[in-house]
């Protein structure tokens, strides 16, 4: 089995990992990318409807700043957000876009040249900086184009599936090369892992079929821990039937909700903000009109568009009207879209600092969406995540160079662990491959993500997180204890296989949220508990942590101060 050699390792080649990879490449260190997906295919290129920044170009907008940004986002995440982090994320917010023109994200523009924005939810002032309807598309070609003049070796179409840590710090990774179905171990002083969201876990998501979260799942299971995994984002407006993203842009360039008796229902739930209150409180409405008989169909509402005119349409909205018309045979120009709240984003993530670090593993770094600074505490705003990936991407590159230049490590030292870890590895994956097939994982993996959906989404409460967590320790037990197979002739691009293998980390990140779900006896942001319905500052005003105690075993919890600095936990009201 072969290792390879490299002072850093980036796992994911979306905005944060590309983003990092970039300043690695500047200071001189020797890095490569490991991902499953060519960059280009990350689901950062899903992206619509923008990256906030408080440029202050909206000629209606008044003066924003950073610390209008900064207060919109902390109160966006409802006081669990750490300020010290948003501050920085704000702050670099303004030159971390200009530097993307510069490397050439076409923005879209007002008539005056100057970077066009629009108004997004939870946001005081127009501060969605965006290229059209399709953002994360620009910026991801413009940041992967750039890595291209730092010949930096990308290792695509490989899944890391294990990190090795020793010693309180990281040794390096190894991965499953999907096209020969080979194990690779890469050796490294410093490790990222930048691995996106984990949507898949539920039946309904707007997240592409790659957002497992099984580099989140690798991270637990290597002693890193994860933190505030309960913090769930449902995008309140996905396509009814596929639940494809309908981007905030469209609330933002004006659609309005619309129930079954045609009111503009958000009245009765935020009455200023209206459909451009935060995503939890939005979503949380659309599911209460649907559930009193006031959707469609007992499933959807509508989002009304109509009004705008087909020349905007085309121009702000041309995606999201194609989307329409393909996959609910809707024109958007003529018709309102049918919409339903579906998973969008995890808050939660791997725990680090707002170095990228963890505090607790040496060399180990995380950004983007699989991180959790945390920027977003119990809700994120729309427009903060591509920010969030932008900005501690960069961070956490130039952090992992600082690292690795003062730091002494001999990567020999490592031989022996790696050697020993790739063994356990092997051993671990050829269990999953047996002629006799006793339970099947994508039956399994299906019944789980139902299961989330149905007991752990926009609302909860006592009973069904019980008997939703009750079920996942019992999967946990039968895929160790009975095992789930898949039959293999060739181990060539075994899409099976490499399901099978993330089906086993993703139930330890349902265990995650559901446990996290049942424990927060109190409602923040996205988390919302019906039996307790209010915020309790008092006893919940901090980050939880989960922690690996092996296969098959339950997750174990504690909790973490947050980080106030300026900003004193208020009522939040919109
Ligand atoms: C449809 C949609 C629209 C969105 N729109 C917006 C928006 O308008 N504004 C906004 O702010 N946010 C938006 N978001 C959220 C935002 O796009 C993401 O949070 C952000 O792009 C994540 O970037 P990332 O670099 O962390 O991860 P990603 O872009 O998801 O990249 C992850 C990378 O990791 C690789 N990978 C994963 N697991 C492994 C593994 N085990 N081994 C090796 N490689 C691995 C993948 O192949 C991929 O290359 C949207 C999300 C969705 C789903």
Redesign the pocket.
């Known amino acids: 089995m072969e290792i390879k050699s490299y002072d850093a390792i980036i796992?994911?080649?979306?905005?944060?990992?590309?983003?990092a990879t970039i300043e690695l490449a500047k200071a001189g260190i020797k890095v490569a990318v490991?991902?499953?997906?060519?960059?280009v295919?990350?689901?950062?290129?899903?992206?619509?409807?923008?990256?906030?920044a408080s440029l202050g170009n909206h000629p209606e907008g008044g003066d924003d700043s950073w610390e209008r940004h900064a207060f919109d986002t902390i109160k966006g995440s409802d006081y669990l957000a750490d300020q010290d982090a948003v501050e920085n994320m704000v702050k670099e917010a303004v030159p971390r876009v200009y530097e993307l023109e510069h490397w050439g994200v076409a923005f879209s523009r007002f008539d005056n040249g100057k970077i066009a924005q629009r108004p997004f939810g939870g946001g005081a002032f127009p501060r969605?900086c965006?290229a059209a309807d399709r953002?994360?598309h620009a910026l991801?070609h413009a940041l992967y184009e750039r890595s291209v003049r730092y010949k930096i070796p990308v290792y695509e179409d490989?899944?890391?599936?294990k990190a090795v840590v020793a010693d309180g710090r990281v040794h390096g990774v190894i991965?499953l090369n999907l096209v020969s179905g080979e194990l690779i171990g890469f050796k490294a002083k410093a490790v990222m892992f930048?691995?996106?969201?984990c949507?898949q876990i539920y039946s309904k998501?707007?997240?592409?079929i790659?957002?497992?979260g099984?580099?989140m799942a690798?991270a637990l299971r290597a002693g890193v821990p994860l933190k505030d995994m309960e913090f769930v984002q449902f995008h309140p407006t996905t396509l009814y039937g596929t639940n494809?993203?309908i981007?905030?842009?469209v609330r933002g360039e004006g659609g309005y909700l619309i129930n079954n008796k045609g009111e503009r229902f958000m009245e009765r739930y935020a009455p200023k903000a209206m459909e451009l209150a935060p995503r939890d409180i939005v979503a949380r409405a659309i599911m209460t009109e649907i559930k009193e008989g006031r959707g469609f169909e007992d499933a959807y509402v509508h989002l009304d568009v109509r009004h705008l005119g087909a020349e905007k349409i085309l121009t702000r909205l041309p995606q999201i009207r194609e989307l329409g018309i393909r996959f609910a045979g809707v024109d958007c120009i003529h018709e309102p879209l049918p919409v339903q709240p579906g998973n969008?984003?995890a808050m939660g993530g791997i725990d680090v600092d707002k170095t990228t670090m963890s505090p607790f593993v040496k060399g180990f770094f995380s950004?983007?969406?699989?991180?959790c600074v945390s920027v977003h505490g119990a809700n994120?705003l729309?427009?903060?995540?591509?920010?969030?990936?932008a900005v501690f991407?960069k961070i956490g590159g130039q952090k992992m160079a600082e690292y690795i230049k003062t730091h002494e490590i001999n990567l020999s030292d490592s031989d022996s662990l790696m050697e020993q870890a790739m063994k356990e590895t092997k051993e671990w994956i050829d269990g999953f491959i047996d002629e006799k097939n006793e339970h099947n994982p994508f039956q399994l993996l299906n019944e789980m993500r139902e299961l989330m959906m149905d007991k752990v989404g926009v609302f909860r409460s006592e009973d069904p997180l019980k008997d939703a967590l009750n079920r996942i320790r019992e999967m946990k037990k039968m895929v160790v204890e009975e095992g789930v197979t898949v039959i293999v002739k060739s181990r060539r691009f075994h899409r099976g296989l490499e399901r099978t293998i993330y089906f086993d980390g993703m139930l330890d990140l349902a265990e995650c949220i559901t446990l996290g779900a049942l424990t927060r006896t109190e409602s923040r942001g996205a988390h919302y508990r019906t039996d307790y319905p209010k915020r309790d500052d008092d006893n919940w005003l901090k980050h939880s942590l989960y922690w690996f105690q092996g296969r098959g075993k339950p997750i174990k919890m504690d909790y973490k101060e947050v980080i106030i600095t300026k900003w004193q936990p208020m009522e939040r009201k919109y």
């Open positions: 796992v994911g080649g979306g905005l944060a990992g590309m983003g490991v991902t499953t997906t060519h960059p295919r990350s689901h950062t290129v899903a992206a619509q409807g923008g990256i906030n969605t965006f953002t994360g991801m490989h899944v890391v599936v991965a930048s691995t996106g969201g949507g998501t707007t997240n592409s790659i957002n497992t099984f580099g690798v494809l993203l981007s905030e842009a969008h984003y950004a983007g969406e699989a991180a994120r729309g427009g903060n995540s591509l920010l969030d990936a991407g």
